[in-house]
T-cell receptor, first 116, second 109 residues
């Protein structure tokens, strides 16, 4: 089945630094990838839709200057959390669809970010 | 507005059967997904329904009634490893996923 690889699995960084999270589709081309954020005991919150070769579409309330998304190729999207604050600590998950728009999303394993 | 409702938490016994319900209200509809998520992990795909009826996959089955805006996930022969959150998500007319808050399923021996 479709595989999505996300790296790193967990990261601890200091306030004010930036962190980059990578999301790769290993066995299919993903023209669109999605970035989610999940707080403990809550559901997924869509942050942005990442389109290959174009600017990401951000959901309302998500700061695009803080959460930089780049989708440079059909198999790689990156999320950079800039000038991280403790409130950015969360579980970040990427996903991609392997086929048509109603194909199931396949998720990366997620990245647990802790900002100290 | 768009909304997904599912119970917050359910408890069942190992070996038994449990049904997790989900009702949805969306702008258009292009199908409904069920995902399983273990604590601290990303969701994994379980099922997709777009036509009315029951789809069976081993111990898991998913049902959809489009006229009622209703779906359920049925888990049979429950195992301890089935303890997880189960997320219902509907695809709207723009193919955007609307997520439910998830149902935490607790399996007791």
């Amino acid at each position: 089945g479709a595989v999505v690889s996300q790296h790193p699995s967990w990261v601890i960084c200091k306030s004010g630094t930036s962190v980059k999270i990578e999301c790769r589709s290993l066995d299919f081309q993903a023209t669109t990838m999605f970035w989610y954020r999940q707080f403990p005991k809550q559901s997924l919150m869509l942050m942005a839709t990442s389109n290959e070769g174009s600017k990401a579409t951000y959901e309302q309330g998500v700061e695009k200057d803080k959460f930089l998304i780049n989708h440079a190729s059909l198999t790689l999207s990156t999320l950079t959390v800039t000038s991280a604050h403790p409130e950015d600590s969360s579980f970040y998950i990427c996903s991609a669809s392997a086929g048509s728009e109603n194909s199931p999303l396949h998720f990366g394993n997620g990245t647990r970010l802790t900002v100290t | 507005g768009q909304n997904i409702d599912q119970p917050t938490e359910m408890t069942a016994t190992e070996g038994a059967i449990v049904q997790i319900n989900c009702t949805y209200q969306t702008s258009g509809f292009n199908g409904l997904f069920w995902y399983q998520q273990h604590a601290g992990e990303a969701p994994t795909f379980l099922s997709y329904n777009v036509l009315d009826g029951l789809e069976e996959k081993g111990r898991f089955s998913s049902f959809l009634s489009r006229s009622k805006g209703y779906s359920y996930l049925l888990l049979k022969e429950l195992q301890m490893k089935d303890s997880a959150s189960y997320l219902c998500a509907a695809l709207d007319s723009n193919y955007q996923l609307i997520w439910g808050a998830g149902t935490k399923l607790i399996i007791k021996p």
